[in-house]
């Protein structure tokens, strides 16, 4: 089985400073981790992944996320955060090797304030 | 290239009546994903389709769900007969079959029984 814990139902941050939404995940074998973000009435748009490799990854706008194994964590974070980073954020995980599905977290709204 | 298609985007219903809802993946992906998302149970898998054969459909609710891809462009899912706690957003994501590949998601359909 295989499941992601978001442990913040919404995260504040004022504009220009630093965001982190926390994500840690469970699954037997190797993860396979993403983010996505949903602005409202939309769907789902893809920000980065974690496959392999180096374990810091950099994504759409201004976006990465740090995959830490030994916490089973794959947080998200941004140096400066954006009035227009506001949304709900879904992080989302599925094993290396058999069923493709994904299985998402619970998501967490980041309000930025100006 | 256009995205993922989804047709009706919104859709208004009275219990009993029959929901067709429909999908037109990216063209080339090999993988078809139809989640449901709910303010009770987030972003659930419904089913998957590999070149157009059902993987997956653990996630069904029951029988009153089905869901076709007859051909690599198209999809429907059908909901007979529809109940109130049917109304949901559902969204279709198609991926290509490379590893790691990642899920892209349509706008969603909005629909709500009453």
């Known amino acids: 089985a295989q499941s992601v814990a978001q442990p913040e139902d919404q995260v504040n941050v004022a504009e220009g400073n630093p965001l982190t939404v926390k994500c840690t995940y469970s699954?037997?074998?190797?993860?396979?981790l993403f983010w996505y973000v949903q602005y409202p009435n939309r769907g789902l748009q893809f920000l980065l992944k974690y496959i392999t490799g180096d374990n810091l990854v950099k994504g759409s706008y201004g976006f990465e996320a740090e995959f830490n194994k030994s916490q089973t964590s794959f947080h998200l974070k941004k140096p400066s955060a954006l009035v227009s980073d506001s949304a709900l954020y879904f992080c989302?995980?599925?094993?290396?090797?058999?069923?493709?599905?994904?299985?998402f977290g619970s998501g967490t709204r980041l309000q930025v304030q100006p | 290239d256009a995205g993922v298609i989804q047709s009706p985007r919104h859709e208004v219903t009275e219990m009993g009546q029959e929901v067709t809802l429909r999908c037109k993946p990216i063209?080339?992906?090999?993988?078809l994903f139809w989640y449901r998302q709910t303010m009770m149970r987030g972003l659930e898998l419904l089913i998957y389709f590999n070149n157009n054969v059902p993987i997956d459909d653990s996630g069904m609710p029951e029988d009153r769900f089905s869901a076709k891809m007859p051909n690599a462009s198209f999809s429907t899912l059908k909901i007979q007969p529809s109940e109130p706690r049917d109304s949901a957003v559902y969204f279709c994501?198609?991926?290509?079959?490379?590893?790691?590949?990642?899920?892209?998601f349509g706008p969603g359909t909005r629909l709500l029984v009453l």
């Open positions: 063209s080339g992906h090999d993988y």
């Open positions: 989302a995980v599925r094993r290396d090797t058999g069923r493709r599905a994904l299985t």
């Open positions: 994501a198609s991926s290509p079959g490379v590893v790691g590949e990642t899920q892209y």
């Open positions: 699954v037997s074998g190797n993860p396979y």
